[in-house]
């Protein structure tokens, strides 16, 4: 195909996107969500797209941003994991190592002016040191606690810094992990009520099948909102 | 104002394309205009692409992005074939698709659905929008989104919005598991011609292709065997026919 110059390689814009991924630390490893959508601009076009991603024997991936790019990010990895297992010598990439690998390829793109278009969410366990650290497509990378991408930053981590202490049991990781989902589904438009969750543990990942959360509308404001302002739309 | 006709406009193919899989292979469906800005320049167009015996892709978007691809894809699968003594699968096919429009993301203005039947995983729909992303689905609608649009187009060539985005609804409600493959290549067709109705892109018959493990079978239906919608009228020869008797004179 046309043989492109230096000037003319670039991505310049996202087609089908992956919204919010948040993540946290817990007593037993990295617990991990994100909804199945995949929007094409403003229109919510696919429903059951896979975010969350095992990496390895240690890591779990999560990914927001241009899908098709995610879908290259898992190609390298896989190459990755690969090349690891042929050594053969009882070794194996631990999340920081793959933390190192996708912060590099992030910024190498970024400084020739054509990004991977996504934010990346890193988290595993290995030799019972738990890792969770983030990669943004510019390359700007960072470890926490607890971390998120897109509107998950504004709207999932006040609670996660308001709520989260360490050696959460996995039933209070769920549980709080689904608070901010449900707040992501009130309030991001690009949210789909069809969420995964994943965790990971020293004995391994488990990707959960995707299920929906229910949602509360009962307020009685809600029913009646312009009671008491006369005049008020 | 007056629409000046710019007749060097690229031809792009507005397009309402389907790929459904039903209970034993796959039917893919298509409208039949591409236009050049406002005018259709083929009224009849074959959107619906044969790769190999086996998988078939519908175009949508640019009328020469997607041949060309279709045209690569044709050719890397012949050799592929050759190769492995074999059909290709349509996975694979699929496969070749995304690496075009991936790695020429910046120049391609096409959307695809990949559909076809093998002996491994039977029919398989594969959807390749903008972007070169790919998705497995039970059913895929076609292309071209007008906010998607905004941010690939400079120019002004662009149709914004195409008969797919009317059919989310409708496939949301009408889409069953397991169908068998006359209600599948009713639903295609009534999907398309539901498309045409309201999309100005789209336009002109209605073409299916069924692939299963017995063949391909290609059918078409002209605009007068589809059923009327909303507001749309029994197509007449003339007035006249209509009229009758011609009202008598009254002095």
Redesign the interface.
């Given at each position: 195909m046309g043989d492109p110059s230096a000037e003319t390689q670039r991505t310049l814009y996202p087609y089908v996107t992956g919204s919010s991924v948040v993540a946290l630390k817990y007593k037993d490893g990295i617990l991990m969500a994100a909804d199945t959508g995949g929007s094409y601009g403003s229109t919510l076009r696919y429903k059951s797209i896979e975010r969350l991603k095992p990496i390895g024997k240690h890591s779990l991936l999560g990914a927001s941003g241009e899908i098709s790019d995610f879908q290259e990010i898992l190609r390298y990895l896989d190459e990755l994991i690969l090349y690891d297992n042929m050594w053969d010598d009882g070794n194996s990439l631990g999340p920081k190592e793959v933390h190192n690998y996708l912060t590099r390829i992030m910024y190498n793109r970024r400084n020739k002016f054509n990004p991977l278009w996504n934010s990346l969410i890193l988290g595993g366990v290995k030799k019972g040191q738990k890792y969770l650290g983030m990669v943004s497509m510019i390359g700007v990378n960072f470890e926490d606690n607890h971390v998120a991408t897109g509107l998950g930053n504004h709207l999932a981590r006040p609670i996660l810094r308001d709520e989260w202490h360490e050696n959460l049991t996995f039933e209070e990781g769920v549980q709080l992990l689904e608070k901010c989902m449900r707040v992501l589904l009130y309030r991001d438009r690009s949210a789909v009520n069809k969420i995964q969750i994943s965790k990971i543990t020293e004995e391994g990942a488990t990707v959960f099948p995707p299920f929906s959360l229910k949602t509360y509308w009962e307020f009685s404001a809600f029913k009646n909102p312009t009671v008491g302002a006369e005049g008020s739309w | 104002m007056d629409q000046k006709m710019d007749f060097n406009a690229p031809h792009s193919m507005g397009t309402t394309i389907i790929g459904v899989t039903y209970n034993g292979g796959v039917v893919l469906g298509a409208d039949s205009r591409t236009s050049t800005g406002v005018y259709v320049a083929n009224r009849a167009s074959d959107k619906i692409t044969q790769l190999t015996d086996n998988v078939y892709v519908c175009r949508s978007g640019s009328a020469a992005d997607s041949q060309v691809v279709s045209d690569?894809v044709r050719y890397f699968l012949h050799q592929h074939t050759i190769q492995l003594g074999q059909p290709a699968t349509v996975k694979v096919a699929a496969n070749l698709v995304?690496l075009?429009s991936?790695?020429?993301?910046?120049?391609l203005e096409t959307g695809l659905i990949v559909g076809g039947w093998d002996k491994y995983e039977g029919g398989q729909i594969y959807?390749v929008?903008?972007?070169?992303?790919?998705?497995q689905?039970p059913f895929a609608i076609g292309e071209m989104?007008?906010?998607?649009l905004k941010?690939?187009c400079s120019i002004e060539h662009c149709f914004p919005g195409s008969g797919s985005?009317y059919l989310?609804g409708f496939f949301d409600q009408a889409w069953k598991e397991g169908m068998t493959k006359d209600e599948a290549e009713d639903l295609v067709k009534k999907a398309v011609s539901l498309a045409i109705a309201r999309d100005g892109a789209s336009g002109g018959v209605v073409r299916t292709v069924i692939i299963n493990s017995e063949g391909v079978t290609r059918n078409f239906y002209p605009g007068d065997q589809l059923p009327l919608w909303h507001e749309e009228l029994e197509p007449q020869n003339s007035l006249l026919d209509i009229l009758g008797a011609p009202e008598p004179m009254n002095i």
């Open positions: - | 690569y995304r075009l991936y790695n020429n993301k910046n120049f959807g929008p903008l972007g070169g992303t790919i998705v689905q989104e007008d906010e998607i941010n690939h985005s989310y």
